[in-house]
């Protein structure tokens, strides 16, 4: 059993490994040597790199969500694991197989993320800006539209899902840039080394990238949006989307991957501009983990399973409710607290299980009278 064990994290670590790779070498062909190349080695460049951002990831996540719960469920529970995994799944076969292949459109994945996160479709609202002139002769203003009513749709779903389930629906079930590797490869994380524990220094370093990233995320959409308005405003349409390539690439994508390697999962996700405004928006529908459900025996479990390096056990020793804008909502302290004290909640949540109660004292009144 461990002789299989150590097999299926080696072939997690190398399916992280060639994923990362990949990454890398397609993004350094695309935002680099693409534009300079032939048009029919352009060409080639962008379907190898669509076909491998649809297909390969789609099969990567499928495959690594296996091994993962392989791995871990092997010693531990794994309710809200397998929960999440099973969401990444059914993200990815829509937003990368599905949806494509029906509006016939292999970059929908550019459109899955609401602002402030990417600006991609204000760009594409714009005739001069570099992205809808790479487009427009390939998708059409039919194309074109289409893909916007995707993201207004699926900008919707992300929005109203955590008004009801918390930042837990996008962070930690349809994420497809970096909540899904947290997950779906966490065995495997970090590639060189061990865990390693994220200090207070660090926190609160990330706790000055997060409202950091967050203005730059914002000032770029306000920038958009006054630009589309015709007000007058400094920049060009060329520059502005330069530098947020160049953003995309050093501190998102890149910095994402470096965490992968070297230190933990969820590092981007410390400071990710629309993990902030989702932990707002959890905030206000009420996001909790509950700590009351039983006697918690001080074990530290919780606080070494929580990739967001969430003191849970200082909360659960009195009781009180787990409220950080940090919560990615994963769950993973539930899975391992070993006397079920917490649980995820949020107001809806709750409000569906009082039904349930409700519904179940009901029948449970009614039986005698059958």
């Not at 349930?356 to 059958?370: D, V």
């Amino acid at each position: 059993m461990k002789d299989n064990k150590t097999l299926e994290l080696k072939v997690l670590k190398t399916i992280l490994c060639v994923y990362i790779i990949l990454c890398i070498i397609i993004a350094g062909l695309n935002y680099g040597y693409a534009s300079k190349a032939d048009p029919e080695v352009a060409a080639f460049i962008a379907w190898f790199w669509h076909f491998y951002e649809n297909w390969i990831k789609t099969l990567f996540i499928v495959i690594c969500s296996f091994l993962t719960l392989r791995i871990i469920g092997k010693s531990k529970i794994t309710t809200m694991r397998k929960r999440n995994l099973i969401g990444f799944i059914v993200s990815a076969l829509v937003v990368h197989i599905v949806t494509p292949l029906i509006l016939n459109n292999s970059e929908l994945y550019f459109f899955t993320m609401p602002l402030p996160w990417t600006t991609t479709p204000l760009q594409l609202l714009n005739s001069k800006s570099s992205f809808y002139i790479s487009r427009f002769p390939v998708w059409g203003a039919a194309g074109i539209t289409a893909a916007l009513i995707f993201y207004v749709c699926a900008s919707a779903i992300v929005i109203l899902g955590t008004l009801l389930f918390g930042r837990r629906w996008q962070c930690s079930t349809l994420c497809l840039f970096n909540g899904f590797a947290a997950e779906v490869f966490a065995p495997a994380i970090p590639l060189i080394g061990k865990p390693k524990e994220v200090n207070q220094r660090i926190l609160k370093i990330f706790s000055v990238l997060r409202w950091i990233f967050l203005s730059i995320a914002l000032f770029f959409t306000l920038w958009w949006i006054l630009f589309l308005s015709g007000v007058p405003i400094g920049g060009s349409v060329k520059a502005i989307g330069k530098i947020e390539n160049y953003k995309y690439l050093s501190t998102e994508l890149l910095m994402a991957m470096f965490f992968w390697v070297a230190f933990i999962g969820r590092g981007y996700c410390y400071y990710c501009p629309l993990g902030t405004v989702l932990g707002l928006i959890g905030r206000a529908a009420g996001q909790k983990i509950t700590t009351d459900k039983a006697k918690c025996i001080q074990c530290n479990q919780c606080n070494k399973a929580c990739p967001m390096s969430i003191d849970i056990k200082d909360k659960a020793k009195d009781g009180k409710e787990v409220t950080s804008l940090s919560c990615v909502g994963c769950g993973h302290c539930v899975d391992t607290c070993p006397t079920r004290t917490l649980s995820y909640s949020t107001k809806f949540l709750e409000r569906v299980s009082r039904n349930r109660e409700i519904s179940s004292a009901k029948q449970q009144i009614n039986k005698p009278f059958e």
